[in-house]
């Protein structure tokens, strides 16, 4: 967790923009935008999701790494949340 006070750093691969983002992004067009942005928002205050929310659960934490694993909604849709890895760097 950062210990600092300071926001994570979001980071998503190249692999998953091509492979999935690039996927809800079609399927969602304008209101994908919105939800990436929540979903990074929410990961930059890690520190005061964990243990408030059972959508947000640490895979992995080596260091200043953590493999996060997310279940979002898509904003504005009727669909229950998803999942998704998005790693985090603090």
């Known amino acids: 967790m950062s210990t600092n006070g300071l926001d994570y750093r979001v980071l998503v691969s190249e692999y998953a923009g091509r492979h999935y983002i690039k996927v809800f992004a079609k399927k969602y067009k304008n209101i994908w935008a919105e939800t990436e942005l929540s979903v990074f928002v929410l990961l930059a ?21 953590k493999i996060i694993k997310v279940d979002f909604k898509i904003f504005g849709s009727n669909e229950s949340a998803k999942s998704s890895l998005i790693m985090v760097m603090a």
């Open 45 to 65: 205050k890690l520190d005061n999701v964990i243990g408030a929310t059972n959508r947000v659960e640490i895979i992995h934490n080596k260091g200043c790494y």
